[in-house]
Each structure stands twice: as structure tokens, then as C-alpha cells.
């Protein structure tokens, strides 16, 4: 079962030559989400070979490092001759202002397309054992993040306990245990799935700011995730301008990861005066936090393990 991320674009507002404005791309067992859809995501995808079928994208909010690739990436679907459904789930007050942009300059797109104000703290997905929730975040619009959060798995079977001591014949019995439902043999006796499933095991958990301050309701989501994309747009020597432009720094996306005990830290949004070097926010990062941190490059992929596969 896989979780694979594709960082898109990591840039800041201002696009460099190495680094796109903002997308990130979430491969869920096939299922297909994106996150923010900054100039130039459609190239983006085809350069990193993520393929086109999204059926669900997620806006932080409407600076247009964020949200300018979604015209293009609309018709483009179109001329693609798609007729499958687009959901877009934006924060409160969005709505209008998305649905202008998808019909920039008179277009009509070909195929439904779904506009979705979801507030923080409520689900703006729920799939299959999964959902995607919404959380507070502080920027200078009306911002929000979003976290991937699996439903718990099924314990470990032991299938030497099941054979060997129980005396279960391989076979669908196995299965309908393993499912939480009990069986009964055929000298008449009952087993639990208790007696030889152990305990639920956690899915994975991956959490995205978007644009932010440093802020609680981002530690409260991210607790034991296994992933935190968070804004590292500054280094700590341009803290003062983080704070003007409500972004953060790599000292405090880390000092975030670590109160929320996250076991990765992506950095990303990295301003444009770090083009030809960001160390020093990654550098800086990894003074505060003990986990995995990494200022993602364009293009890289990131498949989020199990919290039981370490």
C-alpha cells in the first residue's frame, strides 16, 4: 500500500529557474490528489511524470503562487477530452473567486466541475479509509492547510497461533478473521478475532501548511505525523520579514515538527534568495528537529512508510 508525494513546485512566490510556485502531488493507492496548483503545475506533472487524473484538488488560499496553473491545467484536461468530475475544496469566502478563474476569459470547461468551501476542522474529503481534514493556518488572506489522515489498519494476524494452536485450516477463514468477524469450526467451536488479530495498527498520517505563520492548530494535526510539508520560506536571519509577510522560517517549521513529535519534515515554499543555495534553512532545521528533514527539489519523491514499518 503506498503513499507517494511529488513535489511539484517548492518555490516561494517568485518562480526561479530550478523551483516552480506551489504544488504538491499525492499518489494514495492510486488515487490521485493534488495540493495547491501554482504557474506552470501542468508542466510540471508531465516533466515528473506524476500523469493528469486527479479527481480532487486542494487550494490553501488564493495568492496566485498557489492557484494561477489552475486555468491552464482545467483545459488542458479538456482538450484531453476528459469527462470525469473535478472537485476543488477551498477555503471559506473561495468559491467565487475559483469558479472565475476556472472560466477565465469566457472558458467553459467540458466536464463538471465542483467548487467546495470546506472550513477548518471539518473533513473536506472522505474516502476510502481515508480522510483529508482542513486546519487553521495564519497568513495575511484567508488560508488553510490540509492533512491525509488513514484510518486505523487491521492488527497483525498470527497465523502460527491460528494453524498450530487453534487448529483454523488455511483458507477464507483466515480472511473473515483478519476482517473482525468470527468463525466457527467444524468440531463446533468458536473463534474470536480477537484470539488471533492483535491490536489496530495506525495509518500513515501526511500533513500540508501551505503558507503560514508558525501556529498551534498546525502542531495539533501534525501530532505523530508521519510527514510534514511545512513553509520554510526564510532563513532565521530574514525572521523579521517571515513575521512582515506571515511566513515562517526553517528554525520554526522545525520547532513545529518537533512539539508535534512529526517523524519527517519537508521544508518547502524557499524564497527566491535562496535559488542558488537553501542549506541554511535546511541547516538551521535540523538544529531544532530530530527527525528526517529535507528541503525538497523539484521533481523529488517521497513514499511515506507505515509509523509500523520503521
Aim: glycine share 10%; with cysteine; net charge negative.
Amino acid at each position: 500500500m503506498s503513499m507517494r508525494v511529488t513535489f511539484l513546485g517548492t518555490s516561494g512566490a517568485v518562480p526561479t529557474t530550478e523551483r516552480a510556485p506551489s504544488a504538491v502531488f499525492v499518489n494514495r493507492e492510486g488515487e490521485r490528489l493534488l495540493f495547491d496548483c501554482g504557474e506552470g503545475t501542468q508542466r510540471q506533472m508531465m516533466r515528473f511524470g506524476t500523469g493528469f487524473d486527479v479527481s480532487h484538488l486542494f487550494v490553501t488560499h488564493l495568492h496566485g503562487d498557489h492557484i494561477l496553473g489552475i486555468p491552464g491545467l482545467v483545459q488542458s484536461w479538456d482538450f484531453n477530452e476528459r469527462d470525469e468530475a473535478l472537485a476543488i475544496h477551498v477555503p471559506p469566502g473561495s468559491k467565487t473567486h475559483i469558479n472565475r478563474l476556472v472560466h477565465a476569459g469566457g472558458y467553459d470547461p467540458g466536464y463538471p466541475i465542483n467548487v467546495h468551501e470546506v472550513s477548518p476542522g471539518s473533513t473536506a474529503l472522505a474516502g476510502d479509509e481515508y480522510e483529508v481534514r482542513a486546519f487553521e493556518t495564519n497568513h495575511r488572506t484567508r488560508s488553510q492547510g490540509y492533512a491525509i489522515v488513514e484510518d486505523d489498519r487491521p492488527g497483525r494476524f498470527d497465523r502460527e497461533k491460528a494453524e498450530e494452536e487453534l487448529g483454523i485450516p488455511p483458507g477464507p477463514l483466515y480472511g473473515k478473521l483478519h476482517e473482525g468477524e468470527a468463525v466457527e469450526l467444524d468440531d463446533g467451536r468458536v473463534v474470536q478475532p480477537e484470539q488471533v488479530v492483535g491490536d489496530p495498527r495506525p495509518g500513515r498520517k501526511l500533513v500540508y501548511t501551505g503558507d503560514t505563520r508558525p501556529v498551534q492548530a498546525t502542531v495539533d494535526i501534525a501530532e505523530n505525523a508521519d510527514l510534514l510539508i511545512h513553509d520554510a520560506t526564510f532563513a532565521s536571519d530574514e525572521a523579521g520579514r517571515a513575521r512582515q509577510t506571515y511566513h515562517s522560517t526553517g528554525r520554526e517549521a522545525a520547532d513545529v515538527a518537533s512539539r508535534a513529535n512529526a517523524k519527517r519534515l519537508a521544508l518547502t515554499h524557499i524564497s527566491s534568495r535562496y535559488a542558488g543555495d537553501a542549506s541554511p534553512i535546511e541547516a538551521e532545521a535540523r538544529e531544532r528537529f530530530d527527525g528526517e528533514c529535507f528541503v525538497p527539489s523539484d521533481g523529488q519523491k517521497f513514499d511515506v512508510p507505515f509509523p509500523d514499518a520503521e
